[in-house]
């Protein structure tokens, strides 16, 4: 590999510092002004991003204008329940269309990639209109079922399968191993990686969607974290402090769920093959 020189590697390094400003900072930005109490004044110049008398106070009052931590276990609900669909169904689709031969193949490989194209105000109101014709609406399965199986899964686990080597199941198929016993014993071990991404894209996807929860739900008993925080906005925009504390409530468990999944993660989507 070509060495950097000097200039080159403190322009890579001013670039990555740029970058982190950028993506982290709102963040710390946010994460300081919920730790503000109400005698700091939050809009001076230069801006202080270190509080000079931190207080939790911020969340306890969330808590107090809102019931955040029942929203908070509404939206856990939802979003695990959307990890372990997402993870199961789109296993199993990807395989199918990796590893299995099938009349049809094809076209369902084909109409999972063309559902990627279609974007969600597309058909929302059909959608909602399926809901309400099973009787779902204002319940958190009407939440996780339009998302249960994501056509992007299926082509993250489709693509990891695919760079599976085929000797190894054909080494298995001479052994007597069954479609299943191939796919639970060699297939999903191999991919662990791209399963973690999976996991990581249906937890944030399911936690952070606001616009179809809002539509399927009304009654504020059922209602995810991101649509009861947004009456923080409506009643209490004067207090950004408050804003600033249920965002940083909103955040803190995607934060851990990558803490813990990182590792898998970034073994990414080329991830395929397999340990000797």
């Known amino acids: 590999m070509k060495r950097l020189s000097g200039w080159e590697k403190t322009l890579r390094y001013v670039l990555l510092l740029v970058v982190l400003a950028i993506t982290v900072g709102p963040f710390l930005w946010q994460l300081s002004t919920s730790l503000k109490g109400t005698t700091e004044d939050i809009y001076t110049y230069p801006p ?22 029942d929203y908070a276990l509404n939206s856990l609900k939802v979003a695990l329940t959307n990890v372990v669909t997402n993870v199961i169904g789109a296993s199993m689709a990807g395989y199918a269309l990796a590893r299995l031969r099938f009349k049809g193949r094809k076209i369902a490989g084909l109409a999972v990639a063309m559902a990627l194209l279609v974007p ?10 399926m809901m309400r014709d099973l009787s779902l609406n204002n319940t958190l399965v009407a ?5 249960a199986v994501s056509a992007l899964n299926v082509m993250l686990m489709r693509n990891a399968f695919s760079n599976l080597p085929y000797e190894i199941e054909e080494a298995a198929v001479i052994d007597g191993a069954n ?47 991101t649509v009861g925080l947004n009456f923080l906005h409506g009643t209490f925009q004067q207090n950004p402090r408050l ?33 000797g």
Not at 60 to 69: K, N, Q
Not at 143 to 147: A, T, W
């Open 179 to 225: 479609v299943w016993q191939r796919f639970v014993r060699i297939a999903l071990p191999s991919v662990k990686g791209t399963i973690a991404v999976v996991a990581i894209f249906a937890f944030m996807g399911a936690w952070d969607d606001f616009l179809w929860p809002l539509i399927v739900l009304s009654d504020s008993s059922n209602f995810t974290l």
């Open 143 to 147: 939440v996780v079922l339009p998302g």
């Open 48 to 69: 202080k991003l270190l509080p000079e008398h931190p207080t939790l106070k911020n969340y306890s009052g969330v808590a107090d204008i809102i019931p955040v931590w």
């Open 120 to 129: 969600l105000e597309a058909i929302i109101i059909a959608q909602f209109t």
């Open 243 to 275: 804003v600033a504390a249920g965002t940083i409530i909103a955040v803190a468990p995607l934060i851990v769920m990558f803490a813990c999944l990182q590792r898998f993660f970034f073994r990414g989507v080329g991830e395929g093959a397999v340990k």
